[in-house]
C-alpha cells in the first residue's frame, strides 16, 4: 500500500508533503515534454520555472500545463515555434487553445526584430533564442571532420563526409506542407538551380520531396541524415543555404557557425537574423540576388565560429536568462547561468 505522505502527479512525478502541505516533487522522477522545459541551474537543480516554448495543440500537453500550474511553477515564454505566442501557427497544428499566454507567462525570451508588436506588454524580455544556448565546445569542427562516428550509422557511403563528394553548400528541406513554409521551399526550389548553374556550385538538398530539381546539374538529393553524419558534411561545406522564413529558433545556423561555416540567409527569416554579420555570412531577398550574395559568401572573409563564441552559447545564453529571470524572481542569482533540462532536449532532432 502507497505510503499516506507520498503522491504521484498525473506525470508520474511522486512527491511527499512538506510540514506546511505543499507538494515537494521529486525532480528525479518529474519529466516535462515538449513544448515544456525546466530551467535548472548550473549544478542541474531545477528552479521554479518552467520554459514554454511554444502553444499548446494537444490535451496531453494541456493536462501538463494544468499540472504545473496546480503546483506553483511558473512560466517564462520562449519563442520558438512560428510567430508564438501570437495565434498564426500552421492551421494544420491548431487546435483548441483558450491560454492567455500573456498572462501565464511572466517574462519572455524572444527572437523578433520588433518585440513590442509581437509580444505582451509589461512584463520583461530578452532578445534570446534556444539556438543561443548550443554550446561551441560540444559542436566543434574537429569532431564533426572524424568520419569515425558518423561512418558507424546506417549511411549510404555518397552522404558521409571524408567518404564521398564533398559539397560547396547544403540546404535542408522539409516534405510536411507545415515544415515547407517554415523552410521557405517556394524560394529555395527557385534559388537552389540558379546556385548550382550559374555559379557552378555542388550543393545538397536533404530532406526535401522526391522529384525536385530534375536535371540541375551538381546538385545530389540526400535523405535525412543522423545527427553526427550531418555535422561530418557540413563542417566540409562552403556555407549553408537557409532561406527559411517562419522559423523562430534555426538551430541548424548555430551549428553551422560552431562548426566554423558561414551562413547565406533568406533577410526575411524571423529568428536567427542576429546571427548575420560581416563575421558571419550574408543576406539574400530572393532568387534575383542569390547569387550575388552567394559570390560575396564565398569570397568574403569570414570567422563563423569565433564570432559565435563571443556572442552566444550555453554560459552567456545561460547568464542572459538569468538576468531576465531575476527581475521577476529574486530566489535567481543573476551571476548564475541557467538552462534547461534534458526534456527539452533543444528539440534535439536525432536525424538531419
Known amino acids: ?47 521554479d520555472w518552467v520554459a514554454l516554448h511554444a502553444p499548446l495543440v494537444s490535451e496531453s500537453r494541456r493536462e501538463e500545463f494544468a499540472d504545473y500550474r496546480r503546483r506553483g511553477l511558473r512560466f517564462v515564454g520562449m519563442c520558438s515555434f512560428a510567430g508564438f505566442p501570437s495565434r498564426d501557427e500552421p492551421s494544420e497544428l491548431r487546435g483548441p487553445d483558450e491560454v492567455d499566454y500573456g498572462s501565464v507567462c511572466e517574462a519572455w525570451c524572444h527572437c523578433f526584430r520588433e518585440p513590442e508588436h509581437a509580444l505582451p506588454r509589461g ?38 563526409g571524408g567518404l564521398g563528394p564533398s559539397y560547396d553548400f547544403v540546404y535542408l528541406g522539409a516534405t510536411e506542407p507545415w515544415k515547407q513554409r517554415s523552410k521557405n521551399w517556394d524560394l529555395a526550389r527557385r534559388c537552389i538551380p540558379r546556385l548550382c548553374r550559374e555559379l557552378g556550385l555542388r550543393g545538397l538538398a536533404l ?35 537557409a532561406p527559411y522564413a517562419q522559423d523562430a ?15 547565406l540567409v533568406h533577410e526575411g527569416i524571423l529568428g536567427g537574423w542576429k546571427y548575420v554579420t560581416k563575421e558571419t555570412g550574408v543576406f539574400f531577398a530572393d532568387e534575383h540576388d542569390v547569387v550575388a550574395a552567394a559570390r560575396a559568401c564565398l569570397e568574403e572573409s569570414f570567422d563563423p565560429r569565433s564570432w559565435f563564441r563571443a556572442h552566444h552559447g550555453s554560459r552567456r545564453a545561460g547568464l542572459e536568462l538569468a538576468a531576465l529571470l531575476a527581475r521577476v524572481d529574486a530566489s535567481i542569482d543573476p ?18
Open 1 to 47: 500500500m502507497r505510503n499516506r505522505s507520498e503522491e504521484t502527479s498525473p506525470l508520474g512525478a511522486r512527491a511527499k508533503r512538506t510540514t506546511d502541505g505543499t507538494a515537494d516533487w521529486d525532480p528525479e522522477t518529474l519529466r516535462a515534454h515538449w513544448p515544456f522545459a525546466f530551467v535548472v541551474r548550473s549544478d542541474g537543480n531545477r528552479t
Open 123 to 160: 512584463a520583461p524580455r530578452a532578445l534570446l533564442s534556444l539556438s543561443d544556448f548550443i554550446d561551441p565546445a560540444v559542436v566543434r569542427p574537429s569532431d564533426a571532420r572524424c568520419s569515425e562516428q558518423a561512418s558507424r550509422h546506417d549511411t549510404p557511403r555518397q552522404f558521409v
Open 207 to 241: 530532406g526535401v520531396p522526391r522529384g525536385s530539381f530534375p536535371g540541375v546539374p551538381g546538385l545530389t538529393i540526400g535523405p535525412w541524415l543522423p545527427r553526427e553524419s550531418f555535422f561530418d558534411l557540413l563542417a566540409q561545406c562552403r556555407f549553408l543555404f
Open 249 to 263: 529558433s534555426p538551430r541548424v545556423l548555430a551549428e553551422a557557425l560552431c562548426l566554423d561555416v558561414p551562413i
Open 335 to 352: 551571476e548564475e547561468p541557467l538552462g534547461f533540462s534534458e526534456s527539452c532536449a533543444l528539440e534535439a532532432e536525432p536525424r538531419y
